[in-house]
């Protein structure tokens, strides 16, 4: 990819699944050299999770785009001896092990460290490496649950919602760790020392879960679920049916968003209130709620269309990807078979490809090996081996 802002950064991939996957192919995307370690068994069994073209899923297609793929058993001295002579070169490693396997296995930072001080190994876990819970199992929902966030969504009187964007695998697992990486990377550079970058997904999620933060200390108490400013507390942010059984995203919340809205519905006896609470905000949000069920979300969407107080309609994914907006923005790439999503991050002087589909297991061993400056009588003898 030319202009590349990560070209010439090599990452060696042990992860698989979601949160690891997805930090890596950010790095990918923007140019580093990101080589998928797989093991000889299973894999990443992402592959099978979902239907996809020739028996690979999309998910897996997606997530691991632009990689190169390399086949190493681990549980073996050789393969590990392996993985440490590629790091000798390498500028990070990404893991997902549990705390302390890749020690065992003699693979940890340390062994990494010691023959590349500048590599920057980053640790991927649902609670980090220290703690009572370091050791437990988890998945999305656990990291949410213990974080206060799941508590907050969902509507009032109702029991908490599970949300489809999977909050902690990939605002923690995946976003919290290129962060980090990037981080330790300008740092290396500069120093010429790498770091460990252990990152917790339950801890991404409880460090942004800012506003019931926010009410503990004002007020001395969490907001109950669905009551609070930004979930159904104010009538001006909020999700409205339609006549045709669709919804609007309804939230003029800043005064002068308001006093168009209201301009807007011929209601200008609504102005006075802006930010409204209690009953005098439930009382709004019913004739909001019966004035949005008498046009269809189409309907709506023509109203809105010139006036700019922020009103959209709530769309589902195929229709996000026909969106104008999405589409102008080239959101949406055609790769692999699948439609997949470009990266939302543009820069100047870069322009995004997939230059690679996601690999096979083990697709490009022995060409990563030889630049790792393997020989061709080694690479025989790993293959013979099962190694690679």
């Not at 003699?106 to 876990?125: D, E, F, K, Q, S």
């Not at 800012?210 to 669905?226: D, E, I, N, Y």
Request: hydrophobic share 45%.
């Amino acid at each position: 990819m030319s202009g590349a802002p990560l070209a010439g950064v090599r990452v060696l991939d042990l992860t698989r699944l979601l949160p690891g996957p997805v930090a890596t192919l950010h790095l990918a995307d923007m140019g580093a050299d990101v080589i998928k370690i797989e093991d000889h068994a299973a894999g990443d069994y992402a592959r099978i999770l979902g239907d996809g073209p020739q028996g690979v899923s999309v998910f897996y297609r997606s997530v691991n785009r632009n990689k190169r793929g390399l086949r190493l058993d681990l549980k073996q001295a050789r393969g590990r001896e392996v993985l440490l002579r590629l790091a000798r070169t390498a500028d990070v490693l990404v893991e997902s092990f549990r705390p302390g396997v890749s020690d065992k296995l003699g693979i940890g930072h340390a062994a990494l460290r010691a023959v590349n001080p500048r590599i920057v190994y980053c640790a991927i876990t649902g609670y980090g490496q220290t703690g009572p819970l370091a050791m437990a199992a988890g998945h999305d929902l656990n990291y949410i649950g213990l974080a206060g966030v799941l508590d907050q969504i969902g509507v009032d009187g109702g029991q908490p919602a599970i949300p489809n964007l999977q909050i902690g695998d990939l605002l923690g697992g995946a976003m919290t760790a290129v962060t980090g990486i990037l981080a330790a990377l300008f740092d290396a550079q500069r120093s010429g020392q790498g770091r460990l970058v252990d990152v917790a997904m339950s801890e991404s999620a409880l460090a942004h879960n800012l506003f019931p933060l926010f009410a503990l200390q004002s007020t001395g108490a969490v907001p109950v679920r669905g009551r609070d400013i930004l979930s159904g507390g104010d009538a001006g942010y909020g999700v409205y049916a339609t006549a045709d059984g669709r919804y609007m995203a309804v939230a003029p919340l800043e005064q002068k968003f308001w006093q168009v809205f209201c301009e807007a519905l011929g209601r200008p006896d609504w102005q006075a209130l802006h930010g409204a609470r209690g009953d005098a905000a439930r009382a709004l949000r019913h004739e909001l709620k019966d004035l949005f069920a008498s046009r269809s979300q189409a309907e709506w969407c023509d109203f809105f269309a010139e006036v700019d107080c922020c009103v959209t309609p709530v769309l589902d994914v195929a229709e996000a990807l026909a969106h104008p907006q999405f589409v102008a923005r080239g959101m949406a790439v055609q790769a692999d078979g699948c439609t997949q999503y470009a990266p939302p991050v543009k820069m100047s002087g870069w322009v995004f490809a997939v230059e690679r589909a996601a690999p096979s297991a083990g697709e490009h061993s022995e060409e990563i090996l030889r630049q790792g400056g393997f020989d061709e009588n080694e690479i025989t003898a790993l293959r013979e081996a099962s190694i690679i």
